[in-house]
């Protein structure tokens, strides 16, 4: 049997088609994309995609913008997501891939799921943080490391990707979204990250948090280009500032 491409997805009716019809007359409407080397995106073939995360709406603007490039988005999704009525049917059907603690890898599913994808082709989107980032000017957080272990045991690329402008449409931790006047979102697409010095370790935790870290600095180099100015020079570490490390926080 021949193995679907992308341009399956795109072409063909799927359930991506149906939630494309609900997300375009919204969002096509209450944003602007400034979308920056887009060319970087693959166009076929399996890699994850991973952003920053700092708004609850950005897995939608992000899959948005993935779509328009013409791929079908999936992500990694917390599981309590799918026991949702309408909502969780929705992310069964789209093949998104629920795990326990968001952005993290644990147990043998969620790695099957990604190595199903992978053999696909497809596209994976993991969001390195976990969760909406602590730090108090929205910079990318310290790292987990589940987007990192998928690209070095299936093999893969890992392009970073960082947006700025989402946090307009619906602040960190709001529920509201303001659709009027239309949001300008820039987002910004990086080279596929260099993992050549981890691909023949083994994936201990050093190795793992060594690879993200480099993910994590790559994330944060593209969103300073966005933004015009310079990180903190030190990450924002959850734990050191006695947060919790998922969850909401004012």
């Given at each position: 049997?021949?193995?679907p491409r992308w ?7 799927s ?16 944003t602007?994309?400034?979308v ?21 709406i ?5 899959g948005h913008?993935?779509?328009r490039l ?7 999704a917390?599981?309590d ?17 629920p ?20 053999e ?13 980032t602590?730090?108090p ?7 987990k ?5 998928i690209a070095l045991?299936q093999?893969?690329p890992?392009?970073?990707v960082?947006?700025w402008?989402t946090?307009?449409l ?13 949001k ?11 993992l ?7 994936l ?8 993200t ?30 947060q919790k ?6």
């Amino acid at each position: 049997m021949r193995r679907p491409r992308w341009t399956d997805e795109k072409r063909k009716p799927s359930i991506f088609w149906f939630l494309a019809a609900i997300a375009e007359p919204i969002f096509g409407t209450a944003t602007r994309y400034r979308v920056h080397d887009a060319h970087r995106m693959p166009r076929e073939g399996a890699f994850v995609l991973a952003p920053n995360h700092y708004s609850e709406i950005d897995p939608v603007v992000m899959g948005h913008v993935v779509w328009r490039l013409g791929r079908a988005p999936r992500f990694l999704a917390k599981a309590d997501l799918f026991t949702v009525p309408v909502l969780g049917g929705l992310l069964r059907a789209s093949g998104q891939i629920p795990v326990e603690r968001a952005g993290t890898v644990r147990g043998s599913e969620p790695l099957t799921a990604a190595r199903r994808l992978v053999e696909e082709g497809r596209l994976l989107i993991v969001y390195p943080e976990g969760s909406l980032t602590r730090d108090p000017d929205l910079w990318p957080m310290r790292g987990k490391t589940g987007a990192v272990r998928i690209a070095l045991e299936q093999n893969i690329p890992l392009v970073p990707v960082a947006h700025w402008g989402t946090q307009q449409l619906m602040g960190r931790y709001s529920k509201k979204l303001h659709l009027l006047p239309p949001k300008t979102i820039d987002v910004k697409f990086g080279e596929a990250v260099d993992l050549s010095a981890y691909r023949d370790r083994p994936l201990d935790s050093a190795t793992l948090n060594a690879a993200t870290t480099v993910v994590m600095d790559a994330i944060t180099a593209l969103l300073e280009d966005l933004r015009g100015e310079k990180a903190p020079s030190e990450r924002w570490n959850p734990k050191a500032n006695n947060q919790k490390e998922t969850g909401r926080f004012e």
